[in-house]
């Protein structure tokens, strides 16, 4: 059964990819820039005050993660509650419906953390040469990927997936399969 999980996830991602796209290009980003930011306060060349400013500037921006997020799952599962009605409809039930959605959440936070930390390590040697030149110190020769930095995004971009995923599994279980088929229409 959970063959059919794996291979219903990756057809639903594929079939529905112009809702899924806001969605991984927003994880994508967030891990990005929270790795970005990370490593910036991580950077001991650029002095406690710097490091004090990027620590808290990580913070913010984590903030604003968690809301923007919640705010594109929401949008995608707006989209998707008529498909996940019609599932429900024709006999699946909600545990195997849920099933779908934990494998759909696999494929999407791979994606995000994957290739966010692959964006966020290229963009970060170039915001460190823009950091150095703007407060005129020599620029550091090397390319080093910051392991605590990634460490700390993928634990970070996890766990906002996971809550996203538990947010998700707890909207389709109260509902009716008759209130799922009519979610699209629903206001925000």
């Not at 400013?53 to 008529?82: C, D, E, H, P, Q």
């Not at 005129?136 to 700390?152: D, K, M, T």
């Amino acid at each position: 059964m959970n063959n059919l999980y794996v291979r219903l996830a990756a057809q639903n991602i594929k079939k529905h990819r112009r809702s899924y796209v806001p969605f991984m290009l927003a994880g994508v980003f967030v891990a990005a820039v929270s790795y970005i930011l990370n490593s910036l306060s991580n950077n001991t060349e650029l002095g406690p005050t710097s490091q004090m400013m990027f620590t808290l500037g990580s913070t913010v921006v984590m903030l604003f993660a968690v809301i923007f997020l919640f705010y594109t799952n929401s949008f995608l599962m707006k989209r998707r509650t008529k498909e996940l009605g019609l599932y429900n409809v024709l006999g699946m039930g909600k545990k195997n419906i849920a099933g779908i959605m934990v494998f759909e959440s696999i494929y999407i936070g791979l994606a995000g953390i994957i290739l966010g930390l692959a964006l966020g390590i290229l963009l970060h040697k170039l915001m460190t040469l823009l950091l150095f030149w703007l407060m005129r110190l020599p620029a550091p020769f090397g390319f080093s990927v910051q392991l605590p930095a990634v460490l700390s995004t993928t634990v970070f971009f996890a766990v906002m997936i996971f809550l996203t995923l538990l947010l998700n599994l707890w909207r389709v279980g109260r509902s009716k399969p008759v209130e799922l088929l009519r979610g699209g229409a629903v206001g925000e």
